[in-house]
């Protein structure tokens, strides 16, 4: 382990790396700033720079990235009230009415230290955990794999949301089919390809991932008319106050970052859980335990209420790469994007990734940490100035993003059918936002399609065709009855609150 | 009665699983292929299932009051201008190899800032054709990215 560390600073501490670091919290800070782009379009936006890299350095700025959106997400929670990402929305609870009392400043002090001690705690577990979970990985065979990543696409669509699942599950068909496109690895036989010489090698991740999250969410906010830029500048004008936090501020907030750590980091570890969850659940405990007199003060400018789910969605970042790194299997949809680049690389995450690649393990984990430092040292001194960037007009920063996803894919295969199907599966996943469907387990789907399938082969191969492999295994066993239980999981609830509901109806 | 907007999209997913079912049942086979454990088939034919079993358990639950958008106010949306940016990436596709990336990113970007309501002709003029010139020779004379573009190369300024 101490080499590997070893490895990971030397590669990460490169001058080209941390420029990576750095160039990605600052792309990643104004784009998540930007109401309505959230972290995966970042992430996407990024990927076609990250071709020209090294797999250690494109991974890294894409980390950078990352964190960068979730930061600047909490900027215009707290200015605007316009959260950048859903991770943030818990953050505007508490950051917006103190911006609103003249204290932006010091709420965005606040979330850059929560965020910042909240990944520093997490990156130490992660640091921790990745081997350990690595290790024991290494045990695994296709059944337990293909069983994971059952339990990974469920659990994505168990936690999207009241009354979301069945739709969530949908989606996560959907992005499976759509990952069947093209030519079949193991027989070579075209499937789905209608004829189309270009569907033949399938679709391609950035090209989805591009189309669905940063090509959609631009033409949502035409769609939608939202103009947060005039908002922006009342809030700029307004001036930021002080940066700075009292001692007996630092005192109240350090028990909440400690706990929301924790916290966090074990829910970005669950597959499907992650930042949003993370921040509610941390928000809702704060407040729960807060003593009669504060409890009050939630919601209307609390330093606890804004520190909770700012250390926790920055915990639930970096345990959202447990998974990522020890498996190869995703948990949520940014870190689907980000195995998607990977895989683009011809790196294969998972725990042969710790064995064969220590300077691409060591060095992700590193650099979030170094992230963590360069969000703090350089993007809260300069806050007050990127944040003159959403006062940029909607009517400049819109093309451009069009234009950068369009390019960013063409430029990869130099195919206009490429830019065709970008602009039909745009409008389907616009059409299909309104309609309330999560666009994320589609992502996480579609990355994990051909993987699914191939261990889904590989087991039914050597189980003679039967499902046994499900349970004759222990470790498949525990998985599978684990998927079983999510799945009950929302019709449980449903079960309960359809039982609770004449009791109500009678108290009304 | 109108059905609810969630069993319509219950029944479009049902639709899709059935026709990618039957698609999926056309995929071809190596002869003998029909009697192993896996096929090419086995996948997309176990999604056709899934897709349809879900679809049908989204028709028959029960509905949810709508917490979405309402349809007024979808319709009150700008769907108009969406519609002109969809035309434009479209002619974008269709312009980018006749007219180079050049001519066709410019005018792009430019025809997208004057759809969205920018009218400062030097603002128009700034972030569309200098801001693409800086990132073509940014991905040619940099990255080493080769672009044919038949605008620039009649100019003699690319090869």
């Known amino acids: ?508 | 009665m109108l059905l609810h907007r969630d069993r319509v999209w219950a029944l479009i997913f049902l639709a899709l699983s059935i026709a990618y079912g039957v698609e999926a049942q056309q995929i071809e086979l190596y002869f003998g292929g029909e009697d192993e454990a896996f096929t090419a088939r086995t996948f997309p034919t176990a999604l056709a299932w899934t897709g349809g079993i879900v679809s049908f358990l989204l028709l028959v639950s029960p509905v949810d009051p709508d917490p979405r958008p309402r349809l007024r106010e979808i319709l009150n949306y700008d769907w108009l201008r969406v519609a002109a940016l969809l035309l434009l990436m479209i002619a974008y596709g269709l312009t980018i190899q006749r007219f180079g990336f050049f001519l066709s990113t410019s005018f792009f970007l430019l025809a997208g800032y004057l759809l969205l309501g920018e009218r400062r002709p030097w603002m128009l003029f700034l972030v569309s054709f200098p801001l693409v010139a800086v990132f073509q020779f940014l991905l040619q004379g940099l990255l080493g990215i080769y672009l044919a573009d038949p605008f620039l190369a009649r100019l003699g300024i690319t090869g």
Request: charge should be positive; include cysteine; aromatic fraction near 8%.
């Open chain 1, 1 to 508: 382990m101490i080499e590997g560390l070893w490895i990971g600073l030397t590669t990460a501490l490169q001058p080209l790396n941390l420029l990576m670091v750095a160039i990605g919290c600052f792309a990643g800070t104004f784009i998540g700033m930007l109401p309505g782009l959230g972290p995966i379009s970042a992430i996407a936006l990024m990927i076609p720079v990250t071709y020209g890299l090294d797999p250690a350095a494109g991974l890294i700025l894409m980390a950078g990235v990352y964190y960068g959106a979730i930061f600047g997400g909490s900027t215009s929670s707290i200015l605007i009230n316009a959260p950048g990402v859903a991770g943030t929305v818990a953050t505007a609870f508490d950051g917006y009415p103190m911006a609103r009392k003249g204290f932006a400043g010091k709420a965005l002090a606040v979330a850059a230290y929560a965020s910042f001690s909240g990944g520093t705690i997490a990156a130490v577990f992660l640091l921790l955990a990745a081997p350990a979970l690595a290790s024991v990985a290494l045990s695994f065979q296709s059944p337990d794999y293909f069983a994971l990543m059952v339990l990974g696409l469920t659990a994505v669509s168990a936690f999207a949301g009241r009354g979301q699942f069945l739709k969530a599950l949908l989606m996560t068909v959907l992005g499976l089919m759509l990952a069947t496109v093209g030519q079949d690895v193991s027989s070579d036989v075209s499937r789905f390809t209608f004829g189309s010489i270009d569907l033949l090698d399938g679709i391609s991740f950035l090209l989805l991932a591009m189309a669905t999250f940063a090509l959609s969410e631009a033409l949502m906010l035409v769609l939608k008319r939202e103009r947060p830029s005039a908002e922006a500048e009342r809030a700029l004008r307004g001036g930021m106050g002080s940066l700075r936090l009292d001692r007996r501020e630092v005192r109240e907030i350090a028990p909440v970052i400690g706990r929301s750590s924790l916290l966090g980091f074990l829910i970005g570890v669950l597959p499907g859980a992650g930042a949003t969850i993370a921040s509610f659940l941390a928000y809702g405990m704060e407040r729960h335990i807060a003593p009669a007199g504060r409890k009050e003060e939630f919601g209307r400018g609390s330093l606890r209420g804004l520190a909770a789910p700012e250390t926790a969605n920055n915990a639930a970042c970096s345990g959202s790469f447990v998974p990522l790194l020890t498996l190869g299997i995703p948990g949520s949809g940014t870190t689907a994007v980000m195995l998607g680049a990977l895989i683009s690389f011809g790196i294969q995450p998972g725990p042969r990734l710790f064995v064969e690649r220590p300077d691409v393990f060591w060095s992700v984990i590193l650099s979030m940490y170094i992230g963590n430092v360069i969000l703090l040292v350089l993007n809260l001194p300069l806050i007050p100035y990127i944040a003159r960037l959403l006062a940029l007009p909607r009517r400049i920063l819109i093309p451009l993003i069009l234009f950068f996803s369009l390019t960013g894919v063409y430029l990869i295969s130099f195919n206009t059918f490429d830019i065709q199907l970008m602009v039909l599966f745009a409008v389907v996943a616009v059409v299909l936002r309104l309609a309330g469907f999560p666009m994320a387990p589609m992502i996480l789907a579609f990355v994990l399609g051909r993987l699914m399938e191939e261990n889904l082969r590989r087991s039914l191969l050597l189980w003679d065709g039967s499902l046994a492999f499900l349970w004759e295994r222990p470790i498949t066993l525990g998985i599978t009855l684990l998927t079983l239980l999510v799945l009950a999981t929302p019709l449980i609830q449903f079960l309960r609150e359809r039982r609770n509901r004449p009791v109500t109806a009678g108290k009304g």
